[in-house]
């Protein structure tokens, strides 16, 4: 029966950036930055490890843009 691979998520406070860990067995061959998000690959082209650089920035933005997206809505039971 194969394992499954779990995916590991971490935050670095200090280093403001927000990673996932897609695969802990491939080797990182290289890597692509689109903005502020930085995708390493395997030699085959797997994604291995995504990193989103200035990580409380996006989430900033994306708490305003859900906000700003509520505003008027009308809730009820």
Do not use: C
Request: proline share 3%; no cysteine.
């Amino acid at each position: 029966m194969k394992k499954n691979n779990p995916i590991k998520i971490k935050y670095d406070l200090e280093a403001d950036v927000l990673s996932w860990e897609l695969s802990q067995k491939a080797k990182i061959d290289h890597a692509t930055e689109m903005e502020n998000v930085v995708v390493h690959f395997s030699k085959e082209n797997t994604p291995i490890l995504v990193e989103v650089l200035l990580a409380s920035k996006l989430f900033k933005k994306s708490e305003e843009k859900i906000k700003e997206a509520n505003k008027g809505l009308v809730f009820s039971r």
